[in-house]
C-alpha cells in the first residue's frame, strides 16, 4: 500500500526569534543597538545557549561596530534586524547611505580607527552589502 509523502509547509526560521529596532542615528544610538542586541540574545540563549561563549561578546562587537559606522558614515536613522539562523545568527544594518564600507589602514599612533571593518569581517562567517536607493543593508552572519 502506497502512501502520500507528508511535507512539512513550515520554514526553516519559523518560530525562531528575531527582533527589529529603529534609531534616529545619534551617537547614543551605538549605545541601543548593542542593548537591543543584548535584550534579543538574552531571549535568545534561554531558549538555545551559544555553543561557545565567545559567540555572545562577538555578536555585541559586530553590533556595535556596525552601528558605530553607520552614525559615523551615513547621515540619518538607521535600523537595526537580528534573526536566529539555523546555525547562527543573522545582522542586519540598514543605513542612508549608499556607499559600501570599505577597509581603511590602521594607524595606532594616530588614535586609531580603521579597525572596525576588519573586526566585522574577522568575526563573521558571511558579510555582505546590499545598496539600494534609500542606502545600504549590510547583512553578517555570526555563529551561534
Known amino acids: 500500500m502506497a502512501t502520500e509523502p507528508r511535507w512539512d509547509d513550515t ?14 542615528g545619534e551617537l547614543h544610538h551605538v549605545t541601543g543597538a548593542r542593548l537591543a542586541a543584548e ?14 561563549p565567545e559567540h555572545w561578546d562577538d555578536i555585541l562587537l559586530v553590533v556595535t561596530e556596525l552601528a558605530a559606522n553607520a552614525v559615523q558614515y551615513a547621515p540619518g ?6 534573526r536566529r539562523t539555523f546555525d547562527g545568527v543573522h545582522v542586519t544594518l540598514s543605513d542612508s547611505s549608499t556607499t559600501t564600507p570599505s577597509p ?9 580607527g580603521g579597525i572596525g571593518w576588519h573586526l566585522v569581517h574577522t568575526l563573521c ?10 542606502g545600504k543593508d549590510v547583512h553578517v552572519f555570526l555563529p551561534w
Open 11 to 24: 520554514t526553516a526560521t519559523e518560530g525562531m526569534p528575531s527582533r527589529t529596532a529603529r534609531f534616529a
Open 39 to 52: 535584550e534579543f540574545l538574552d531571549e535568545l540563549a534561554r531558549r538555545t545557549p551559544p555553543t561557545a
Open 77 to 82: 536613522p538607521f535600523s537595526l534586524g537580528l
Open 104 to 112: 581603511r589602514p590602521f594607524h595606532p599612533s594616530r588614535g586609531g
Open 125 to 134: 562567517d558571511q558579510v555582505s552589502v546590499v545598496p539600494h536607493d534609500q
